[in-house]
Antibody, heavy 120, light 106 residues
Framework: EVQLVESGGGVVQPGGSLRLSCEAS????????MHWVRQRPGKGLEWVSL????????QYADSMRGRFTISRDNGKNSLYLQMHSLRTEDTAFYYC?????????????WGQGTTVIVSS | DIQVTQSPSSLSASVGDRVSITCRAS??????LAWYQQKPGKAPKVLLY???RLESGVPSRFSGSGSGTDYTLTISSLQPEDFATYYC????????FGQGTKVEIK
């Protein structure tokens, strides 16, 4: 069974940093593109970033570019999102998602998410 | 970015009803569209991808259709467990989501 387990969320002050992690199991992690997607409280879904299996293609949503860094460790079956210069509008539930085969921007299985609260 | 407009934003229906939700993309997306179901406090779950392909384990009362810019999710006979929020998502280019449709009990 494919499982994605996020961790690392918490409360941080504006301007602060946080690193999210996602541990994957149940599939060959280094075969797949991975994504982060977020959902602000009571709002819809917003794609954040993707990283291909070999980190050869990394993309970000415009509002996160320059502040967030996605990375992966295939040896540890893990995905990461380093977030800097956090803003109150970054408060959201952050989901790790497995990419869909043969579709760079397709999403497949989602983790249960981790909460990030940016507040003074 | 491709904008995705989903409608309606909410609907009320009864068990057994046939329900349809539509998504319109701002440009053609070649069937690169997925539908998700999200229940409160849970992660979204993919129902369909490639506009009309049912994800493994999803009941056959869910179906998808469309082409070009216009797509539809249909639930043929609404069941109690189907009351949730539904989202469409294009993945032709960097992913964008519809605004969601909350399906409530009438």
């Amino acid at each position: 069974e494919v499982q994605l387990v996020e961790s690392g969320g918490g409360v941080v002050q504006p301007g602060g940093s946080l690193r999210l992690s996602c541990e994957a199991s149940g599939f060959t992690f280094d075969d797949y593109t991975m994504h982060w997607v977020r959902q602000r409280p009571g709002k819809g879904l917003e794609w954040v970033s993707l990283i291909t299996w070999d980190a050869g293609n990394i993309q970000y949503a415009d509002s996160m570019r320059g502040r967030f860094t996605i990375s992966r460790d295939n040896g540890k079956n893990s995905l990461y999102l380093q977030m800097h210069s956090l803003r109150t509008e970054d408060t959201a539930f952050y989901y790790c998602t497995k990419g869909r085969p043969s579709a760079l921007y397709g999403l497949d299985v989602w983790g249960q998410g981790t909460t990030v609260i940016v507040s003074s | 970015d491709i904008q995705v407009t989903q409608s309606p934003s909410s609907l009320s229906a009864s068990v057994g009803d046939r329900v349809s939700i539509t998504c319109r993309a701002s440009q053609g997306i070649s069937n690169s569209l997925a539908w998700y179901q999200q229940k409160p406090g849970k992660a979204p779950k993919v129902l369909l991808y490639a506009a009309s392909r049912l994800e493994s384990g999803v009941p056959s009362r869910f179906s998808g259709s469309g082409s070009g810019t216009d797509y539809t999710l249909t639930i043929s006979s609404l069941q109690p467990e189907d009351f949730a929020t539904y989202y469409c998502q294009q993945y032709y280019v960097t992913p964008t989501f519809g605004q969601g449709t909350k399906v409530e009990i009438k």
